[in-house]
């Protein structure tokens, strides 16, 4: 059996790799080239730099393996970039890991594996996969506080069955253990947290940069239409912030609580006014490849970080459904998605996902 090693330079992916090799699997070792660095900034906090290159190649001959870096810089940028800086434009806050895993791990290369003769694609998420009763069902990993379920959503039945996530049932110190044990040069290096392109978190300079884009000067609104001042570009602000807005709050804190790109206007109210029950979800994805025939109960997580909350889900299409939450919810923002998990002994379970309207 052979596998397409997913390689990022990390810890997880270079034991994912290790642990394969194991398993006794022949091994290819890969690194997508995503985009050049001085376009995209540098953050010793992000992966995709020409150190975790050399990192991921330095693990690659210590583990025997063949190693590639494959060019993927042009879909990188249409697929990812280019949509999370339009998604700003329009008031909206996306996550771009999930675009990322959605049209280059699991999507171009996934092509590149079949290419390659490869069995399966591998790579150091901690998410585990199960079939049961014919269906490949994706789970979170043993590891609460490492799971990456949630921006693993959109794979399908397909990607599933030539899919493996070695570390689904390990906890990161085991991880690094081996890793040390291994004498691989990364064993110690920090997990990447910031977005790869958008260095230190400047996500309204990352906006700017890849669309050449100029944000414009807009009225700040409350609930009622009343202008109270002026924004300086709706790029600016998400969903439920505080800081930062520079308006007289006599009355009490106010909080950004929609954003109206036609009207280039930030709506502003009271706490209170983040609360909502309902929320409306596109760009579904159904794990088990099948639309639900009728309304039913689930956990749903609206941001990644989040507990699960309980919920009912309607389908309404083929790639849209509706979320009625049993409590209501904070700052539900638009562009950030909602995954669905199961109920009762079935909470490890995603049922599918969206992407909030």
Not at 17 to 34: F, I, N, P, R, W
Not at 113 to 124: H, P, Q, R, W
Not at 255 to 267: G, L
Request: net charge neutral; hydrophobic share 35%.
């Amino acid at each position: 059996m052979k596998a397409l090693i997913a390689m990022s330079g990390g810890v997880d992916s270079s034991v994912a790799a290790k642990l394969m090799l194991d398993q006794g699997y022949e091994c290819v070792g890969c690194t997508m080239k995503l985009y050049n660095n001085p376009d995209a900034g540098c953050s010793s906090k992000t992966c995709c730099s020409i150190r975790d290159v050399e990192d991921a190649r330095s693990v690659a001959v210590r583990l025997g393996m063949p190693y590639f870096v494959f060019n993927y810089m042009d879909e990188f940028r249409r697929d990812v970039m280019e949509t999370f800086a339009r998604s700003y434009t329009l008031g909206k806050t996306p996550n771009p890991c999930i675009d990322c895993n959605k049209f280059l791990k699991f999507g171009a290369l996934y092509e590149r594996a079949k290419e390659l003769s490869c069995d399966t694609i591998v790579t150091g998420h901690y998410a585990r996969i199960r079939k049961r009763n014919g269906c490949y069902e994706l789970l979170r990993a043993k590891d609460p506080k490492k799971d990456q379920s949630y921006v693993l959503y959109n794979l399908t039945q397909e990607q599933l069955a030539h899919t493996q996530f070695p570390l689904g049932d390990y906890e990161k110190t085991h991880t690094r253990e081996i890793a040390e044990e291994s004498g691989f040069i990364n064993s110690h290096k920090p997990d990447s947290q910031d977005i790869c392109f958008v260095p230190n978190g400047t996500y309204t300079e990352a906006v700017q940069r890849i669309l050449s884009y100029e944000p414009q000067p807009g009225p700040f609104l409350t609930l009622d239409g009343k202008e109270i001042g002026t924004h300086k570009g709706i790029i600016y602000y998400t969903i439920g912030q505080h800081k930062k807005l520079g308006l007289p709050q006599p009355d009490g804190p106010l909080y950004v609580i929609a954003i109206d790109p036609k009207k280039n206007a930030v709506i502003v109210g009271p706490s209170q006014a983040l609360f909502r029950r309902d929320a409306a979800v596109k760009e579904a994805n159904w794990i088990s490849g099948k639309v639900p025939d009728a309304p039913f109960a689930c956990l749903v997580k609206v941001r990644y970080r989040q507990e699960a909350q309980p919920a009912i889900v309607t389908p309404t299409g083929s790639d849209t459904f509706s979320i009625l939450f049993d409590e209501p919810q904070r700052a539900i923002t638009p562009g950030q998605s909602a995954v669905l998990y199961g109920l009762g002994d079935e909470t490890d379970v995603v049922i599918g996902g969206g992407i909030l309207q």
